[in-house]
């Protein structure tokens, strides 16, 4: 099994810690004056959505955890599970909010694609497109005099509720970018 260790840890990086696998969402370097540097981060664990901080020293090694990655579609929400259907063999599994996270659910519309992680036969987290394209459902209409690069809020499809420039109107088509949550541009 692959092992990482301090300087290949970065956003995203994927490591396993006492048999569960967990995902990098913060890190930062930290070289003291005196002493050998370390870094600090914040890894969320995959299967139970639950964030800890830890501090890597250069000699810390960590496996790469075996995950198993099957593109699926989200088909609804019953209130308690997300529905996903695999598109090959038309299985469907359920995962809880939890498990899918709101920074990701918030992004989620029916019928879009997601990759669910699996670890050892059991699916533990979603992951959507960086970039998605959502239409926006409502957002203050536009007053003269508002165009010295303000924003305003919009509320997406899905749900979710991003800043926008005062040019942007609603029921156009925006580029959202996922993981910070943010405005990219007019979809084209």
């Known amino acids: 099994m692959a092992t990482i260790g301090m300087g290949d840890i970065k956003k995203g990086v994927r490591l396993e810690l006492d048999g569960n696998p967990y995902k990098v969402t913060e890190f930062q370097h930290v070289k003291p004056g005196k002493g050998a540097a370390f870094v600090r981060v914040k890894i969320k664990n995959l299967k139970t959505g639950k964030v800890i901080e830890k501090t890597v020293h250069a000699g810390d090694k960590f496996e790469v955890p075996e995950l198993e990655q099957k593109t699926m579609q989200y088909l609804y929400d019953d209130g308690e599970m997300l529905q996903f259907m695999d ?26 694609e997601a990759d669910i992680l699996f670890h050892n036969g059991e699916a533990i987290s979603v992951e959507i497109p960086q970039t998605v394209v959502l239409k926006i459902v409502e957002t203050p209409p536009n007053f003269k005099g508002d165009s010295q690069g303000g924003k305003k809020p919009a509320t997406l499809e899905s749900g979710a509720v991003v800043q926008v420039p005062f040019h942007v109107l609603e029921g156009e088509m925006i580029k959202v970018d996922t993981v910070e949550g943010k405005y990219l541009e007019k979809a084209k």
């Open 87 to 112: 598109t090959t063999t038309f299985d469907q599994i359920g995962l809880t909010h939890e498990q899918v996270g709101k920074e990701t659910f918030d992004f989620m519309i029916d019928g879009m």
